[in-house]
C-alpha cells in the first residue's frame, strides 16, 4: 500500500452513504482536512497496491461505526432487549418491571417459543437465557428493592404454566433450578445436568452462579475452556447451550464478580496461540480501550501511539472491529478505513513494535484470542457487558525485553481496584486506569461542570509505577517488582490547557479520523490538546524516562506533532503493515 498525502478540493466527502463497497476493494479512500488561514485542504489517500489476504465483510457506508456489525449475526427481540436493559443488572441497579411490562415480555417469549411471533425478531436463546438468568438471581439473592416487584409476580403466576410447556429444559432449569422460585412442582430444575458432556461443568457452576455464590479461579477457567471457541455445529447446532452460556456470564457479572473469578477470565486463553512473542524494545505500553469503542467524543488513543512511539515509547493497542452494547467507534474501524492491515497477528505485531520507523502496532481480538472473539454475537444478545468485558483490556498480546505498561479506561466506580489488581497481576512495572470520556481512555480538557453526576469526576486516575528500591516502598509479591501507588483527579488548566467542549464525532469513522490527522498535522485546537495532554500525562504517571517533569513531558509530545514526525509513524504504519510478514 500507498499512503499518499495530497491536495484536494475542499468539497471532496468521504465514502458516500448509499454506496455499497468493501473497505478494502476501494481504489481511494479520501478523507477532508481543512487547513488553517489559506492553506490548502488535503486528504489522506489509500492506494491498493493488491488486495489484502483476508476479505472483509460488505459494510455498506464504511464512514459510520454502526456499520461494522456482522450483517450475519441474527438481530434480538427488542422487547425482551428492553427488559433484559432493566433486570440484567446489578443488585442496587435492576429497575423491576411493573405488571405491563412483565405480560409483554412474557406473552413475547411465549409466542416466540410457540412460533407465532409476528413482525419481531425471535427471542434468541441468548436472550432467554439472560433474561431469566436475572429473574432467577434476583429472587434468589438480591436485596428486596430490586427483587421482582408485584406486577412481575403476578405476570409470572399467569404465563409460567404455558411457558414450562414449551421452553427447552435448559431454560426451565435456569428460570427454576431448584424448583423453588415459580410455585409449580416440576423436576426438571434439579434434575437437569446438561445435554452433552461439554454442558456438564457449565451447569455445575451455574447451580452455584443462579444462587448469587461465587467460584473459583480454576473452576471459572475449566468452563470457559471447555465450552470456547463458541462453535456452530451440524444443522445450526451450538456445542454448548446457548442460553446456558448466556446464564453464565450475565450472571457472573450481576454477582459482581471476585477477583479471583476476573483473574479467571483474564489469564484463561494467554496461552491460546502459544506463548506471547516478545519485542525488542525498552519500552512497551499495552493500551486497554473499551472494546465497545465511542459513540459520541473523539477517540484519540491511536494518534496517542503514534506521537509516544516517537521518543521510544512503543504502545501496543488491542480491540475489536465492532462490539457491543455500545457498537461505537474503534481502533480497528479507523485503521480499516485509512487502509491499514488489521489482521497481524502478534508475531507481526513485534516486527512493527520493533521497526525504528513505526513503533507502534494494533492487534485485533480475533487474530490474539480468537476463542473470545467468537463471543461477539452471543455478548450482543446477553444486552449488559459480561465479566470479559472487564478482563479483556488487561491482555498482554506480545510482551517486551524492557520495562512493560498497561493502561486502561473505566467508567463505572469500583472496577478500578479490580482492573489494577489484573495489572500487578500481570507483573507489569507499571499500571494506570483511567475515567476519560465515555468511560474510555481519553481524558478531556474540558472543565468539570459544577453539575456533573456523583462518583468518580472524568479525567480520575488511580494506578502505580516502579521505583527505586527504598525502605519506605513494599516488594509486590508479583514479579519482585516495587512500586508505588497513586490517585489524581487531572485538571488539564493547571498544565496551560484552555478549557474546550470535546470534540463530537456521533459514531463517524470519518470524523474521528478527520480530527485526529488535523491534530497530527499540527492543526491547534480541541483534539490537538487532547492528545498532548493524554500523551504527556501518561508518560508523566507511568514514569517514563524524560517525563519525571510534566513539562517536559507535554513539550516532547508537542513536537512530535510539530515536527510532523508522529504523522509519519501513521502513514509508515498503515504501509508497512501491508507488507510485513512472519
Partial sequence: MKALL???????????????????????????????????????????????????????????STSYRNSEFPKPNQTVFDAQTKVCTGP??????????????LDTILRSAKGELKDEEPVSKAQLGAFFTAMTIRANAFPEPTQWSEGERHAMDHYWPQLIRVLPKDVIFIADPEDSIMGIGSS??????????????????????????HLGYEEVQGVLKDILPLKVEEMGLSSVSE?????????????????????????????????????????LTHYGEPYDGNTRYFRSTLFVAAVRSCYGESCLLHGVDWMPPKGGITEEQMLMFMGANTHLTPSQA???????????????????????YSLIGLREHIKKRPPLATAEKVQQIVRARGKEAIVAGFYHGGYEEPLLMLMRRRGVHAGLVVKGEEGALSMTTRLRSANASKGLPVNYCSGFRS?????????????????????????????????????????????NIELGLAALRGEKGPAYDRIILNA?????????????????AFDRAREAIDSGKALRRLLNYIKISNKVIS
Fill in 92 to 105: 442496587t441497579q435492576t429497575k423491576p418491571l411493573n405488571e405491563e411490562q412483565a405480560l409483554k415480555v
Fill in 536 to 552: 504527556g500525562m501518561v508518560d508523566h504517571l507511568l514514569g517514563s524516562d524524560g517525563a519525571q517533569d510534566i513539562s517536559a
Fill in 243 to 283: 442460553s446456558l452460556l448466556s446464564a453464565f456470564m450475565i450472571g457472573q457479572r450481576m454477582n459482581r464478580e471476585t477477583d479471583r473469578e476476573l483473574k479467571a477470565y483474564c489469564l484463561a486463553f494467554d496461552d491460546e496461540l502459544g506463548p506471547a512473542p516478545v519485542a525488542d524494545v525498552n519500552s
Fill in 188 to 213: 426438571i430444575g434439579p434434575k437437569f445436568v446438561g445435554n452433552s458432556t461439554t454442558e456438564m461443568r457449565l451447569v455445575g457452576a451455574l447451580r452455584e452462579v443462579l444462587a448469587g455464590g
Fill in 350 to 372: 513485534k516486527m512493527l513494535l520493533e521497526d525504528d520507523e513505526v513503533g507502534f502496532a494494533y492487534v485485533s481480538q480475533r487474530e490474539a484470542r480468537p476463542s473470545l
Fill in 6 to 64: 495530497y491536495p484536494v478540493d475542499p468539497l471532496i466527502s468521504p465514502l458516500p452513504i448509499t454506496t455499497k463497497t468493501r473497505v478494502f476493494s476501494n481504489p481511494q479512500i479520501r478523507i477532508p482536512i481543512k487547513r488553517v488561514g489559506n492553506r490548502c485542504c488535503i486528504a489522506i489517500k489509500a492506494v491498493l497496491d493488491s488486495e489484502l489476504r483476508h476479505q472483509e465483510p460488505d459494510i455498506k457506508n464504511p464512514a459510520l
Fill in 467 to 511: 521505583v527505586n528500591l527504598a525502605p519506605a516502598c513494599a516488594v509486590d509479591d508479583v514479579a519482585g517488582v516495587s512500586r508505588e501507588s497513586f490517585n489524581i483527579e487531572v485538571n488539564a488548566s493547571d498544565y496551560g490547557f484552555a478549557s474546550t467542549d470535546t470534540p463530537r464525532t456521533d459514531r463517524s469513522v470519518a470524523r
